[in-house]
């Protein structure tokens, strides 16, 4: 009796020894490959193949890639272990990085992202040229002076260290299309007003205003040049009430005499 229930279920499931036989294969299969990934694993992480042979920089502007890849130390050390901590500080120490971000891309490549605080004035000091950051902060750029960027205005006059940092920060408030709008500053001190500044603009007007809230005086200009005539040019008083002022001509001076 219990022969004849041991061939049915035979005859019923045919295929169970080859299941049996598939499952053990698949089991073979994942316990080698499981030995073969920690014999790769051993030789990766004690091969140079997992140090770092490449460092990206991303988003500078200023700051070189050279300068940035070589302080931070990365290139040959480990892709898992790398100091990351140490490797901020030092880049941290330019002042024109604010920021930085540390990723590693699969196999061998870590990638610096910067973020670099705005330049938003530039000045002559004992024949260099320096760029004024949106901290206030002074930095020298170019030694010799050779150069002058037109991405932000040239300040001019600015000795007192806490006017120019207060102008700084206005240039910081204000829109870039007004920044690039503006050649140079000049800081034209007066006995009722020490902060007092002619501003030179690229499209021939004239400013003249004061540091005290510079950025909210000058958004109203491009609403006011708007309504003026290009072909005459002259000064835009922007202190109080805005008004223009044209420039006075050598003919205007001749009949003015004559009167």
Known sequence: MSDKKVVDLEERIPTLK????????????????VFFLLIASVVYFQSPLSNIQNVEVINNDYVADDWIITETHFLDASFWGYDDRSAEEQLLSHPQLAEVKFSRRFPNTIVVDV??????????????????????????????????????????????????????????????????????????????????????????????STVNDFSERLDAYPSIVKQLDPEVEGIIHMRMNPYFEPFTTEEDNEGERQE
């Open 115 to 208: 973020d670099e605080y705005n330049r938003v004035a530039y000045t002559y000091e004992d024949g260099g040229l320096s760029t004024i950051l949106e901290t206030g902060e002074r930095m020298v750029i170019d030694k010799n002076g050779e150069t002058y960027p037109t991405d932000a205005p040239l300040l001019v006059n600015f000795d007192e260290h806490d006017i120019q940092k207060e102008m700084a920060l206005e240039l910081t408030e204000l829109a870039p299309e007004l920044s690039v709008r503006m050649s140079e500053v000049h800081l034209r001190p007066t006995e009722s007003d020490e902060k007092r500044i002619h501003v030179y603009m690229n499209d021939g007007f004239e400013v003249h």
């Open 18 to 33: 080859e299941q049996r036989k598939q499952r053990a294969n698949h089991r073979l299969i994942l316990y080698l490959s």
